[in-house]
């Protein structure tokens, strides 16, 4: 019998249902079959965000804050829909249909993006004026189409982002040591697979859309996530499948319905009388933080139906279900003072992809396509994280004796190259916008492009350390039940800061313009002050920073007092006694 268990992974089962054998389920392979659709996610999401714009601007004839609204909404949609991905995934579905569902779903929005880019009778008429004023915008209608297919690759972006990296690592048994240095390999590639496929999107896929074509660019995107899913169904029999286990998104709901049924309750004083039902070895001792979260542990009379005890989750919690949300809500300052970074980084697909169309752009013969300047900030993305890893590193070891920064010192370096970013692409647009004013009626400003080249390194060089920072500080810091929990707390702040971007434009824009004046933003950045609102993001960001640092010193300061280590458990006679 024990052979037989060694033979096994314990919490996974083969296709059929049957225990998982070793021998011919998960490793390396199978985990590896999925990054194909993790690089396809990454082209569509990706070659279509950084280029989106100029395609707004230049057929679809939008104004320029409403383009840059229509890229961040997108955006921010889809990392708003992990959690409904994961949420399905953790539930109901499990993660192989998850992925399976929701890569067709982004394929079938990447191919109707495709027909809508190449379709006459979906955009307006071509238009030869440089102000957009004297130009026929696109109607409902073909506005319509248009969002119907971002909002499908949106859906399957965000089914597919909750899912992918959990599947891979559900190949590998984390008590066999093999295994788990293989998992940590396939966590080292994850990242790397997807800069790779945003390279490819930010360079082949965004030429091949302004050179041939964006309904091939876009095709191709579809074609290759068919592809994918091919290679990905290939495996079916070979992946390890983990049951669903339920969403932490249920348990929270359940502690903060009971809690708040139960707000008159009265805490007992000695914490042994709150209820618990987990196993030693799996318990969260009692903390006195956020008491209140507490009375959703207190057993009271209508816990009792004739007599006997009826546990009921949304009425009555274990203290280890208790202590795991508030162990979430200690995360909450470091999350909100990380959300304005993807605010910054949501400039570097608009706003600075606008700048891009009206500068310099040829070397040689050459024309640089305006989206591919964020070849730059993936490029700095992949240099930061060479030189932590291959300098930054081993030197902290030789000095310090520690394996590098921590993770919250490398999501505050995060911050504030953004905040420098933000500062520099200020100043560069202030040059910009002094060569338009002598050059009014030019559309491409004698100006090279490769001004922008700061802005773009700081803030990917801020990615490089703040993702890995955020997704290292989420995972370490959340408690073991809510490990799904903590990757849908960092995707939300991406979601979050494209949302406060829409927002910002669309503030900015109502207070500094009229009807009869452009203000900061309007229909053409070049009559515009965006270095005003590049130097408003840059004061932003740098009180930000101001305000993770104190977050940060609360977090680290914050000793939690803990319970003796007495068993905390319902004894009936001890409630009917009470009672």
């Given at each position: 019998?024990?052979e037989?268990m060694?033979l096994?992974?314990?919490?996974?089962?083969?296709?059929?249902?049957?225990?998982?054998d070793k021998s011919r389920?998960?490793g390396?392979?199978?985990?590896?079959?999925s990054?194909?659709i993790?690089i396809c996610?990454?082209?569509?999401t990706m070659?279509?965000?950084v280029?989106?714009?100029?395609?707004l601007?230049?057929?679809m004839h939008l104004?320029?804050?409403?383009?840059a609204?229509?890229?961040?909404?997108?955006?921010?949609?889809?990392f708003l829909?992990?959690?409904l991905g994961?949420?399905?995934?953790?539930?109901y579905?499990?993660r192989?249909l998850t992925?399976a569902?929701?890569?067709m779903?982004?394929m079938?929005?990447?191919?109707l993006?495709?027909?809508?880019?190449?379709?006459?009778?979906?955009r307006p008429?071509p238009?030869k004026y440089?102000?957009?004023?004297?130009c026929?915008q696109?109607n409902?209608f073909?506005?319509?189409?248009?969002?119907l297919s971002?909002?499908?690759?949106a859906?399957?972006?965000?089914g597919?982002?909750s899912?992918v990296?959990?599947?891979?690592t559900d190949?590998f048994?984390?008590k066999?040591?093999?295994e788990?240095?293989q998992m940590?390999?396939?966590?080292?590639?994850?990242?790397?697979?997807?800069?790779?496929?945003?390279?490819?999107?930010?360079?082949?896929?965004?030429y091949?859309?302004?050179?041939?074509?964006r309904s091939?660019g876009?095709?191709?995107?579809?074609?290759?996530?068919?592809?994918a899913l091919?290679?990905?169904?290939?495996?079916?029999?070979?992946?390890?499948y983990?049951?669903c286990?339920?969403?932490p998104?249920?348990?929270i709901c359940?502690?903060?319905s009971a809690?708040?049924?139960?707000?008159?309750?009265?805490?007992?004083?000695d914490?042994s009388l709150?209820?618990?039902?987990l196993p030693?070895?799996s318990r969260?001792h009692h903390?006195?933080?956020?008491?209140?979260?507490?009375?959703?542990?207190?057993?009271?009379?209508?816990?009792?139906?004739?007599?006997s005890?009826?546990?009921?989750?949304?009425k009555?919690?274990?203290?280890?279900r208790?202590?795991e949300?508030?162990?979430?809500i200690?995360?909450?300052?470091?999350?909100?003072?990380?959300?304005?970074f993807w605010?910054?980084?949501a400039?570097?697909?608009t706003f600075s992809?606008?700048?891009?169309?009206t500068?310099?752009r040829?070397?040689?013969h050459?024309?640089?396509p305006a989206g591919s300047?964020t070849?730059?900030?993936?490029?700095a993305i992949?240099?930061?994280?060479?030189v932590?890893?291959?300098?930054?590193?081993?030197?902290?070891?030789k000095w310090?004796?520690?394996?590098?920064?921590?993770?919250l010192?490398l999501i505050?370096?995060?911050l504030?190259?953004?905040?420098?970013?933000?500062?520099a692409?200020?100043?560069?647009?202030?040059?910009?916008l002094?060569?338009a004013?002598?050059?009014?009626?030019?559309t491409t400003l004698?100006?090279?492009?490769?001004?922008?080249?700061p802005q773009f390194?700081l803030?990917?060089?801020?990615?490089?350390f703040?993702?890995?920072?955020?997704?290292?500080?989420?995972?370490?810091?959340?408690?073991?039940?809510m490990?799904?929990?903590?990757?849908?707390?960092?995707?939300?702040?991406?979601?979050l800061?494209?949302?406060?971007s829409s927002?910002?434009v669309?503030?900015?824009?109502?207070t500094t313009g009229s009807?009869?004046?452009?203000?900061?933003l309007?229909?053409?950045?070049?009559?515009?002050?965006l270095?005003?609102?590049?130097g408003?993001?840059a004061?932003?960001?740098?009180?930000n920073?101001?305000?993770f640092?104190l977050?940060?010193a609360?977090f680290?300061?914050?000793?939690?007092?803990q319970?003796p280590?007495t068993?905390?458990?319902?004894k009936?006679?001890?409630i009917?006694?009470?009672c």
């Open positions: 019998m024990d037989k060694s096994t992974v314990a919490d996974a089962v083969d296709y059929k249902g049957h225990p998982a389920t998960g390396w392979v199978p985990a590896a079959l990054l194909g993790e996610e990454r082209l569509s070659g279509i965000a280029n989106l714009v100029t395609y601007g230049g057929t104004p320029s804050a409403t383009s609204n229509v890229v961040t909404d997108f955006m921010g949609t889809s829909l992990c959690l994961g949420f399905l995934a953790d539930s579905l499990g192989y992925i569902i929701f890569a779903v982004q079938l929005g990447t191919c993006l495709a027909v809508s880019t190449k379709l006459p009778q979906l008429p238009c440089t102000n957009l004023t004297q026929e696109a409902s073909q506005m319509g189409i248009l969002y971002l909002y499908l690759i859906l399957g972006t965000g597919l982002k899912s990296s959990g599947f891979g190949q048994d984390e066999n040591e093999k788990k240095a940590a390999y396939f966590f080292n590639r994850f990242f790397f697979v997807i800069s790779t496929g945003t390279l490819m999107a930010v360079t082949v896929l965004v091949i859309q302004d050179e041939v074509g091939w876009y095709g191709i995107c579809s074609a290759s996530m068919f592809i091919m290679i990905f169904f290939s495996g079916t029999k070979r992946y390890r983990k049951k286990s339920g969403s998104i249920v348990h359940q502690v903060v809690a708040s049924a139960k707000k008159t309750a009265k805490l007992p004083s914490i709150l209820y618990e039902d030693e070895a969260i903390t006195d933080q956020f008491r209140f979260l507490d009375k959703a542990s207190v057993v009271t009379e209508d816990d009792y139906r004739q007599g005890f009826m546990m009921n989750p949304w009555l919690c274990a203290v280890t208790v202590e949300v508030k162990k979430m200690r995360l909450l300052p470091i999350w909100a003072t990380t959300i304005i605010t910054t980084y400039q570097m697909i992809v606008e700048q891009a169309t500068m310099e040829t070397i040689g050459f024309q640089i300047l070849v730059f900030f993936v490029g992949l240099i930061s994280l060479a932590y890893d291959r300098f930054i590193i081993p030197l902290c070891k310090r004796g520690e394996p590098g920064f921590t993770n010192q505050g370096i995060g504030f190259l953004s905040a420098m970013g933000m500062a692409a200020a100043v560069v647009e202030v040059k910009r002094s060569v004013k002598k050059y009014n009626e030019t004698p100006i090279t492009v490769f001004y922008l080249i390194f803030v990917g060089a801020g990615e490089g703040i993702y890995t920072g955020q997704l290292d500080f989420f995972i370490t810091q959340s408690p073991k039940g490990k799904t929990m903590s990757t849908g707390l960092f995707l939300t702040t991406l979601s800061g494209f949302f406060f927002l910002l669309s503030i900015v824009k109502a009807s009869d004046k452009q203000g900061w309007g229909e053409h950045i070049n009559k515009g002050r270095d005003c609102f590049y408003l993001l004061a932003l960001s740098f009180f920073f101001g305000l640092l977050s940060a609360w680290r300061k914050k000793t939690v007092k319970a280590e068993e905390i458990i319902v009936e006679s001890t009917e006694e009470k």
